[in-house]
């Protein structure tokens, strides 16, 4: 029973830079997990960055490492992605999610946002 309220999306030129925030509401006590996952069209969805707010564990996928930082406000119960040196093939609907701990598969987290879409111009 967790709700995700995501914002931040839109068009950027290539290189420039983009913050996506993801605030959660509800009973987030046994979901110290949050992240994000892509999806662009015709393609599978797939893992970008997840934080583990507790330890401050993160993961990357490698194609984002040196350009994206995701980092967490726990007052705020809100995770962070500043994505920078953004790159057209970034352009993809971007899902905040939350669950028990960091996971590279879709199916380790137990909520998710509706989506925010990040279109990256050449």
């Known amino acids: 029973q967790v709700q995700l309220v995501e914002s931040g999306g839109g068009l950027v030129q290539a290189g420039g830079s983009l913050r996506l925030s993801c605030a959660a509401s509800?009973?987030?006590?046994?979901?110290?997990?949050m992240g994000w996952f892509r999806q662009a069209p015709g393609q599978e969805r797939e893992f970008v960055a997840a934080?583990?707010?507790?330890?401050?564990?993160?993961r990357y996928r490698d194609s984002v490492k040196g350009r994206f930082t995701i980092s967490s406000d726990n007052a705020k119960n809100t995770v962070y992605l500043q994505m920078n040196s953004l790159k057209p093939e970034d352009t993809a609907v971007y899902y905040c999610v939350v669950g028990p701990g960091v996971r590279t598969e879709y199916s380790g987290y137990r909520y998710w946002g509706q989506g925010t879409q990040v279109t990256v111009s050449s």
């Open positions: 934080i583990n707010w507790s330890s401050r564990l993160t």
């Open positions: 509800g009973r987030t006590d046994s979901t110290p997990a």
